[in-house]
Nanobody, 125 residues
Framework: VQIVESGGGLVQSGSSLRLSCVAS????????LGWVRHAPGKDREGVSY????????NYTDFVKCRFSTTRDNAKNTVYLQMNSLKPEDTAVYYC???????????????????WGQGTQVTVAS
């Protein structure tokens, strides 16, 4: 079981980044995959999730209309497209997987069982 994120970096405010998450050792259609971020001095925050089997997604209010989560089942990969980035989006972004597929739980970081190593996103003002 392995989860690997990539795509982070340093960008200017208003820019875009696309994060990738490759999950191996899973049948992703049996799981939900979430993006969780952790900024210095703050609690972890669920950013978005996707239920792989039906493609349903949801987002925290802070990123709605700016971020989107998509999947490529053939590549066992999920993407987080981040547009109109703001300095407050600066954080380490983690990809995480859970057996649970209840929408009301999937923006909670504690729902997730398996985690990647994280990728740093820094947005300069």
């Amino acid at each position: 079981v392995q989860i690997v994120e990539s795509g982070g970096g340093l960008v200017q405010s208003g820019s875009s980044l696309r994060l990738s998450c490759v999950a191996s050792g899973f049948r992703l259609d049996c799981y939900a995959l979430g993006w969780v971020r952790h900024a210095p001095g703050k609690d972890r925050e669920g950013v978005s999730y996707i239920i792989i089997s039906d493609g349903s997604t949801n987002y925290t209010d802070f990123v709605k209309c700016r971020f989107s989560t998509t999947r490529d089942n053939a590549k066992n990969t999920v993407y987080l497209q981040m547009n109109s980035l703001k300095p407050e989006d600066t954080a380490v972004y983690y990809c995480a997987v859970t057996f649970i597929r209840m929408h009301q739980l999937l923006l909670r970081p504690n729902t997730y069982n398996f985690w990647g190593q994280g990728t740093q996103v820094t947005v300069a003002s």
